[in-house]
């Protein structure tokens, strides 16, 4: 069946840095990829997508690309914040007549000033 | 605009208790998900309801059951919780239909709630 890895955490940077988290996928066909970003104490929220392969999805300085021929969707920030400290989870739809969501296992994100 | 509200957001529950999971949308979406987050794990689907008036099972749905109440209402049932059910439960909502095409409108989930079971 389909699924989703990405890296294990937790992710320690400093301020400014460069962000990458990596995320391969297995799956039938070409389905859309999703980053979701889950702040503390909160539900997870979308931070982008890509429908199709070659697709950049592009959020809040982040950006990932839909990359078919290595099947991933990484995760990058040019410079992160002390407020993008988070867990990151990369998805992707599990086809059918729905919007089910696989989802991989989340990583932690920890920025220090 | 409250989104998707659920309730309660903490609980404790010994071995063979039951509860039922409350959660409600306001953005008249048409599906609705149940997830539960697990350390190391991810989310995991339970059950979802792609309309009003149908459920389905999904990955992980043994001990539990849904119910479709109306097209805003989706409750999470435990009929005799385990301690493998401690976790924490996210319900969720979308569209049908996004940019993109079809099934392609993101996830909009609610603050979970977390379950103890001792």
């Known amino acids: 069946g389909n699924s989703v890895t990405q890296m294990e955490g937790p992710v320690t940077l400093s301020e400014e840095a460069f962000l990458t988290i990596n995320c391969t996928y297995t799956?039938?066909?070409?389905?859309?990829l999703f980053w979701y970003v889950q702040y503390p104490g909160e539900g997870l929220q979308l931070l982008l997508k890509a429908t199709k392969a070659d697709d950049k999805g592009s959020n809040k300085g982040f950006e990932a690309t839909y990359r078919k021929e290595t099947t991933s969707f990484h995760l990058e920030k040019g410079s992160v914040q002390v407020s993008d400290s988070a867990v990151y989870f990369c998805?992707?739809?599990?086809?059918?007549?729905?919007?089910?969501?696989?989802f991989g296992t989340g990583t932690l994100l920890a920025v220090q000033p | 605009n409250a989104g998707v509200t659920q309730t309660p957001k903490f609980q404790v529950l010994k071995t063979g208790q039951s509860m039922t999971l409350q959660c409600a949308q306001d953005m008249n979406h048409n599906s609705m998900y149940w997830y539960r987050q697990d350390p190391g794990m991810g989310l995991r689907l339970i059950y979802y309801s792609a309309s009003e008036g149908t459920t389905d099972k999904g990955e992980v749905p043994n001990g539990y059951n849904v119910s479709r109440l109306n097209k805003r209402e989706f409750s999470l049932r435990l009929e005799s919780a385990a301690p493998s059910q401690t976790s924490v439960y996210f319900c969720a909502s979308s569209e049908n239909w996004g940019a993109g095409g079809p099934y392609n409108s993101p996830l909009h989930f609610g603050n979970g709630t977390r379950l103890t079971v001792t």
């Open positions: 799956a039938t066909g070409y389905p859309s």
């Open positions: 998805a992707l739809h599990d086809g059918g007549a729905t919007n089910k969501l696989i």
